[in-house]
């Protein structure tokens, strides 16, 4: 008896995209932890996870992976462009530590913000709960002189996000190299690009071109997440939209760094399916990060992640 078995009739028949076929991802869930870096056949030849044993190994190899970057782009003498997420958030706190040791500075670097909470036509939140603020505390402000310069700076406002594509394409143009820095979703979204969306399209071919989307409505899930991992559990403090970029940006990047390290503690997580759907699905637009392996880059997770995600793991 499992879900399978008894999703007909219940609650849950019709809550997941359309898109999903259950049975697929219940295999992708079934493997053994040391099968994680088997690699797959749409793999990128330069794409690899990268397993971290605690959140302070992970929180520094994310952090020196972003700061490594920025010093390279400076040795070369090029503009180096970053699509920034707001979790994982641990990283940016070793990317200033090793910027600042280096003495490297962050004048060459252009920053894109990939998503902010929003109400249904893109007016975006503002305070301590916004991703503008979020990014300000935890890595624009403590890098003082050597900091990313406030013009440098996009956030996804209604106003700056249909503005990202230009100011992108104007820089690839003088030779920036693309980065794009990400977490996995619950609901296997990449920025706030819900898996809900792909429905919309007839083919992937078009669902990769949407470069943004003003006011997307957010799964349940993605706000039960965010409610635990950002919130304290607490639901209501919550926006039900965002605005987001979409594959188009993300997609095309150079090279990605990504995080997994959605563990709770006491056996608890809530990352291990999406992490493994991710790495083993193939790339569709009802699973947004299932495009991630196509990408050169690194995606660094927990070791826990891996599994194996049993009943009896706890």
């Excluded at 979703?185 to 669902?207: K, L, N, Q, Y």
Aim: hydrophobic share 40%.
């Amino acid at each position: 008896m499992d879900f399978l078995s008894t999703v007909k009739g219940s609650p849950m028949e019709g809550f997941y995209p359309a898109g999903w076929d259950m049975k697929k991802i219940d295999e992708c869930c079934s493997h053994a932890p040391e099968e994680v870096f088997d690699r797959q056949s749409f793999w990128n030849p330069e794409f690899s996870p990268v397993m971290c044993d605690s959140l302070e190994e992970f929180n520094v190899k994310m952090g020196h992976e972003i700061a490594n970057e920025i010093r390279r782009a400076n040795e070369a003498g090029r503009k180096i462009i970053f699509i920034l997420p707001v979790g994982p958030m641990g990283m940016y706190k070793w990317a200033v530590y090793f910027l600042r040791e280096w003495n490297v500075s962050c004048r060459n670097v252009y920053c894109f913000n990939m998503d902010e909470w929003a109400d249904a036509e893109g007016n975006t939140i503002t305070g301590e709960a916004s991703f503008q603020s979020a990014m300000e505390n935890a890595f624009y402000n403590p890098l003082g002189e050597l900091t990313v310069p406030v013009s440098q700076r996009n956030f996804a406002t209604k106003e700056n996000l249909p503005t990202y594509p230009e100011k992108i394409a104007a820089l690839r143009a003088e030779g920036a190299r693309l980065v794009l820095v990400y977490g996995i979703g619950r609901m296997c979204h990449i920025a706030f690009w819900e898996p809900t969306i792909g429905a919309e399209f007839s083919d992937d071919a078009e669902w990769r071109k949407q470069p943004y989307r003003i006011g997307v409505r957010l799964h349940p899930l993605t706000i039960e997440q965010n409610a635990i991992t950002s919130f304290r559990s607490r639901t209501t403090m919550i926006p039900c939209f965002a605005n987001t970029m979409g594959p188009a940006l993300m997609f095309s990047a150079d090279y990605a760094i990504g995080g997994a390290d959605g563990v709770l503690g006491r056996g608890m997580q809530w990352q291990g399916m999406s992490f493994w759907m991710t790495l083993r699905y193939g790339p569709t637009r009802h699973i947004t990060s299932s495009y991630i392996p196509t990408l050169p880059g690194k995606l660094f997770f927990l070791q826990e992640l891996a599994g194996p995600l049993t009943a009896d793991a706890n």
